[in-house]
Nanobody, 122 residues
Framework: QVQLVESGGGLVQTGGSLRLSCAAS????????MGWFRQAPGNEREFVAR????????YYADSVKGRFTISRDNAKNTVYLQMNSLKPEDTASYFC???????????????WGQGTQVTVSS
């Protein structure tokens, strides 16, 4: 099986920064893409960013482009989401997930972490 553990969430003021981490363990072979999604209360889960496990092909939702950066550290089996210039509308639970394909559709992601809360105060 695969385990994904997120960390790094918290409370930050508008304009601040946070870095989320997602550590993967277990049988990750064959799952080549890591994605970050977020979900606010009452909203559907939405795509934020994804990256190939080799570090290639980062892709972002328009709402975070230019503010968020996804990266990975293969030696640590960890993917990061650096979030800068945070806005109140970024407030949500953030989840990392593994997929075999480069997709923005959450249904194509096979394994999920438990989520970490990000709250941006105005």
């Amino acid at each position: 099986q695969v385990q994904l553990v997120e960390s790094g969430g918290g409370l930050v003021q508008t304009g601040g920064s946070l870095r989320l981490s997602c550590a993967a363990s277990g049988r990750t072979f064959g799952y080549f893409f890591m994605g970050w999604f977020r979900q606010a209360p009452g909203n559907e889960r939405e795509f934020v960013a994804r990256i190939g496990w080799s570090g290639g092909n980062p892709y972002y939702a328009d709402s975070v482009k230019g503010r968020f950066t996804i990266s990975r550290d293969n030696a640590k089996n960890t993917v990061y989401l650096q979030m800068n210039s945070l806005k109140p509308e970024d407030t949500a639970s953030y989840f990392c997930a593994l997929s075999r394909a480069p997709s923005i559709d959450s249904r194509l992601y096979n394994f999920w972490g438990q989520g970490t809360q990000v709250t941006v105060s105005s």
